[in-house]
């Protein structure tokens, strides 16, 4: 029998016309495809006429003025924005998701909990992150407005996502594999790091890349933890402002409307190629 898959379209709607409901699944699905599709061409190319004939040499000077309004700051700030979250979350959500799924008794009472608090803390809105991260790192830690503050609240946000996406991962890998390793006369704790991880290797890191689009888009958590402030940090304490919030203050402000649109193509283009390395490096991984 042929896989639906490799059918052509012809025959596929041929073969669902003869089942009213699956018709109606398949035209419901192709439409919402079509549509989610048309929206997202239209965003991007709405962004790419509004901002790319803004873009200037101005756009990307070494220090920012009112004049020039550079990027440049924000883009560094960004780019340790990304790296320290990551330092932070990405260790403890892989290990934690290790430790649910590997050594972990299953259906035990607190790994059940631990559960519920990440399905909990996955949905609450950025801006509460935001005042605890304002409340805990700025006033009672007495870190301030800085770029310390902001990437330990955005690893907090983004751990749930990476306990999650890592745990899914795991599940995958099939029992059969740790079997083989066990039968062949390896411990946990090397069938765990040789076989069990490097299998689920591909499903982590598409949840870093997530991680990542959501601390590269997130502004509500950074501007009361990390501040506004629009010059390249001396160090991890001084406050900064990423691209996300560099990009909502000019459209705010309503003075340099243009840029933000220039802002918002330069951000695109930024988290397309960090999707594109991190697959890059996820293939490399693999393959090696």
């Given at each position: 029998?042929?896989?639906?898959?490799?059918?052509?379209f012809?025959s596929q709607v041929?073969?669902?016309k003869?089942?009213?409901?699956?018709m109606?699944?398949?035209?419901?699905?192709t439409i919402?495809?079509?549509?989610t599709f048309?929206?997202?061409l239209?965003l991007?190319?709405?962004?790419l006429i509004?901002?790319v004939?803004?873009?200037?040499?101005?756009l990307?000077?070494?220090k920012y003025?009112t004049e020039?309004?550079s990027?440049?700051?924000a883009i560094?700030?960004?780019?340790i924005?990304?790296?320290?979250?990551?330092?932070?979350a990405?260790?403890?959500?892989?290990?934690?998701?290790?430790?649910l799924i590997?050594?972990?008794k299953?259906?035990n009472r607190?790994?059940?909990i631990v559960?519920?608090?990440?399905?909990?803390l996955?949905g609450?809105?950025?801006?509460?992150y935001g005042?605890?991260?304002?409340?805990f790192?700025?006033?009672?830690?007495g870190?301030g407005?800085s770029l310390l503050?902001?990437a330990?609240t955005l690893?907090?946000?983004?751990l749930p996502l990476?306990m999650r996406t890592t745990?899914?991962?795991?599940?995958a890998?099939?029992?059969s594999?740790r079997?083989?390793?066990?039968?062949?006369?390896?411990?946990?704790?090397?069938?765990v790091f040789?076989?069990v991880l490097?299998?689920?290797?591909?499903g982590?890191l598409?949840?870093i890349?997530?991680?990542i689009?959501?601390i590269?888009?997130e502004?509500?958590?950074l501007?009361?933890?990390a501040?506004?402030?629009a010059e390249i940090?001396s160090n991890l304490?001084?406050s900064?402002?990423?691209l996300?919030?560099?990009?909502?203050?000019?459209?705010?402000?309503g003075l340099?409307t243009?840029?933000?649109?220039?802002t918002a193509?330069?951000?695109l283009?930024i988290?397309?190629?960090?999707?594109?390395?991190?697959?890059?490096?996820?293939?490399?991984?693999?393959?090696g």
């Amino acid at each position: 029998m042929e896989h639906i898959n490799k059918q052509t379209f012809k025959s596929q709607v041929k073969a669902y016309k003869k089942n009213p409901l699956s018709m109606i699944l398949f035209l419901m699905v192709t439409i919402s495809a079509i549509l989610t599709f048309t929206i997202l061409l239209f965003l991007i190319g709405y962004m790419l006429i509004k901002g790319v004939p803004h873009i200037s040499l101005d756009l990307f000077s070494w220090k920012y003025t009112t004049e020039n309004v550079s990027l440049m700051p924000a883009i560094i700030n960004t780019i340790i924005m990304v790296v320290l979250s990551l330092l932070i979350a990405v260790p403890l959500g892989i290990f934690s998701a290790i430790y649910l799924i590997e050594y972990a008794k299953r259906g035990n009472r607190i790994t059940r909990i631990v559960r519920l608090t990440t399905e909990t803390l996955s949905g609450i809105p950025s801006i509460v992150y935001g005042l605890f991260g304002l409340l805990f790192f700025v006033t009672t830690l007495g870190w301030g407005f800085s770029l310390l503050a902001g990437a330990f609240t955005l690893a907090i946000m983004i751990l749930p996502l990476i306990m999650r996406t890592t745990e899914e991962a795991l599940k995958a890998v099939p029992d059969s594999f740790r079997e083989g390793s066990y039968g062949l006369g390896a411990g946990k704790l090397r069938t765990v790091f040789r076989i069990v991880l490097p299998s689920a290797l591909p499903g982590i890191l598409a949840g870093i890349i997530l991680a990542i689009g959501r601390i590269v888009g997130e502004t509500a958590a950074l501007m009361y933890t990390a501040g506004t402030v629009a010059e390249i940090p001396s160090n991890l304490l001084s406050s900064g402002r990423t691209l996300a919030i560099h990009m909502y203050a000019l459209s705010s402000e309503g003075l340099h409307t243009d840029k933000a649109y220039a802002t918002a193509v330069v951000l695109l283009i930024i988290v397309l190629f960090i999707n594109w390395l991190s697959a890059y490096v996820a293939k490399k991984i693999v393959k090696g």
